[in-house]
């Protein structure tokens, strides 16, 4: 008998690469579960940026927050990520009815991981920033 509980995905996402910018979308909140799901997803995006310098646009919906272990995993995926290359995330948090909760624990994610990172309300002015930051 297995004593551990397994449970379904809760929240999705999805990963792409635009020249050096890795374009995650999702709906929140996420658990491991769905963090693992999309590892395969994710995988493929970052050995197509290792090596260079590039940065993450979040384009993400709904409640922008993870479980705590999900937490712990992204926080080790991103200080990887920087040890490759990711110089910077800007963030945009569309149809969240928490956002400013979301706001905070994103940020206490990415501050425990070293990473430089903003909040924008359009993609727009996400896509500005970052390029500013990468060049």
Same mark, same amino acid.
């Given at each position: 008998?297995?004593d551990k ?19 995650m ?8 579960? @769905? ?6 997803d994710?995988? /493929? ?7 260079l310098?590039?940065g ?12 705590? &272990?999900?937490?712990?995993?992204? #926080?080790?995926?991103?200080?990887? &990520?920087?040890?490759?290359? /990711?110089?910077? @995330? ?9 956002? &400013?909760?979301?706001?905070?624990h #994103?940020?206490e ?14 993609e727009? @002015? ?8 990468? &060049?």
């Open positions: 008998m297995n509980a397994i449970f379904y995905p809760h929240g999705e996402l999805h990963f792409s690469v635009e020249g050096n910018l890795m374009i979308t999702g709906t929140g909140p996420w658990n491991m579960e @769905s963090i693992i799901k999309s590892g395969d994710a995988t /493929r995006s970052h050995k197509k940026l290792y090596g310098k590039w993450l646009l979040a384009l993400l919906n709904g409640q922008a927050i993870h479980t705590p &272990d999900a937490a712990n995993v992204l #926080i080790e995926a991103v200080k990887k &990520d920087k040890k490759n290359g /990711r110089t910077a @995330s800007a963030l945009v948090l569309y149809d969240s009815g928490s956002a &400013d909760f979301g706001k905070h #994103i940020s994610i990415y501050r425990k991981a070293g990473e430089t990172f903003r909040f924008f309300d359009n727009e @002015s996400a896509r500005k920033w970052l390029s500013a930051q990468l &060049d």
